[in-house]
């Protein structure tokens, strides 16, 4: 099984900055994707960063510019840098993982459970 946890979630006033961890045990497989997703109280599921296990990232347009995403292969450790927050990037924060490249374009099939971020103005 691979398991992933996330932490780093937390409150931050606008314009303020937080970077999240995803933490991945089993998980040694020589093509993956990493993914980072988002969901606010009753909106859908939103894809905000992935990370190829070539280093080719891809980022939704309101995050573009804002966000980072990058990992540390020594620690297993998925990361997400939040710079100059917005309101709008409230809610729940998860990582996700797959052991094929992101050009796939397969739903990922390992998940963690979460770590909240709010963001007040």
């Known amino acids: 099984q691979v398991k992933l946890v996330e932490s780093g979630g937390g409150s931050v006033q606008a314009g303020g900055s937080l970077r999240l961890s995803c933490e991945a045990s089993k998980f040694t497989y020589p093509a993956h994707c990493m993914e980072w997703h988002r969901q606010a109280p009753g909106k859908e599921r939103e894809e905000v960063a992935t990370l190829d296990s070539d280093g080719d990232t891809s980022y939704a347009a309101s995050v573009k510019g804002r966000f980072t995403i990058s990992k540390d292969i020594a620690k297993n450790t998925l990361y997400l840098q939040m710079d100059s927050l917005k309101p709008e990037d409230t809610g729940m924060y998860y990582c996700?993982?797959?052991?094929?490249?992101?050009?796939?374009?397969?739903?990922?099939?390992?998940w963690g459970q979460g770590t909240q971020v709010t963001v007040s103005s």
């Open positions: 996700a993982a797959a052991p094929w490249n992101c050009w796939v374009h397969a739903p990922a099939n390992f």
